[in-house]
T-cell receptor, first 114, second 114 residues
Framework: NAGVTQTPKFQVLKTGQSMTLQCAQD?????MSWYRQDPGMGLRLIHYSVGAGITDQGEVPNGYNVSRSTTEDFPLRLLSAAPSQTSVYFC?????????????FGPGTRLLVL | DQQVKQNSPSLSVQEGRISILNCDYT??????FLWYKKYPAEGPTFLISISSIKDKNEDGRFTVFLNKSAKHLSLHIVPSQPGDSAVYFCAAFRGRAAGNKLTFGGGTRVLVKP
């Protein structure tokens, strides 16, 4: 199993550009989520999905869109990039949504918005 | 308003000694608490967890203690090894009613000196 994979590893965008961060998992996990990590802030939840066709907002959803057309993939779209979206983005998945389900994280995408 | 706080951004300890990482939370509705470890350029990996109905959980060199009345948990690493040098995140979990979300603290960077 490859686990959770993310592409690209690093991206530079100009303000106003759009892009899609890709996330895929091969563990047949129901639950997938996107976090951003900023210094001193820990990881903050952007959007999550409890299964194909179902998505919901997390703590910091503004400026981001998601969709979940398959169990495996959960792309994150930046509609119009802003410097405040400079961050490291992590995708995570877990088998279910029960208490204490371990989440498996991808290696991250480092995004710089100029 | 951060619901999960790690007040020590960094910790330096000698190899073989004990590392104690602390975490405070404000929301008494959290069901489960987890610690994640993160190396540079990698995603966080699950380390150890504890249910809100317990006060201690041990796994090898790692022990997590939970003091519900004080809304405080701690991670003990004994003995500390150079490979333990990483950033450690405390996380708190709320179940289905709250969207199965993990709320992370800001992290503590641990340096174990040989």
């Amino acid at each position: 199993n490859a686990g959770v994979t993310q592409t690209p590893k690093f991206q530079v965008l100009k303000t106003g550009q759009s892009m899609t961060l890709q996330c895929a998992q091969d563990m047949n996990h129901e639950y997938m989520s996107w976090y951003r990590q900023d210094p001193g802030m820990g990881l903050r939840l952007i959007h999550y999905s409890v299964g194909a066709g179902i998505t919901d907002q997390g703590e910091v959803p503004n400026g981001y869109n998601v969709s979940r057309s398959t169990t495996e993939d959960f792309p994150l779209r930046l509609l119009s990039a802003a410097p405040s979206q400079t961050s490291v983005y992590f995708c995570a998945s877990s088998k279910g949504t029960g208490v204490g389900e371990t989440q498996y994280f991808g290696p991250g995408t480092r995004l710089l918005v100029l | 308003d951060q619901q999960v706080k790690q007040n020590s951004p960094s910790l330096s300890v000698q190899e073989g000694r004990i590392s104690i990482l602390n975490c405070d939370y404000t929301n008494s509705m959290f069901d489960y608490f987890l610690w994640y470890k993160k190396y540079p350029a990698e995603g966080p990996t699950f380390l150890i967890s504890i249910s809100s109905i317990k006060d201690k959980n041990e796994d090898g060199r790692f022990t997590v203690f939970l003091n519900k009345s004080a809304k405080h948990l701690s991670l003990h690493i004994v003995p500390s090894q150079p490979g333990d040098s990483a950033v450690y995140f405390c996380a708190a979990f709320r179940g289905r009613a709250a969207g199965n979300k993990l709320t992370f603290g800001g992290g503590t960077r641990v340096l174990v000196k040989p």
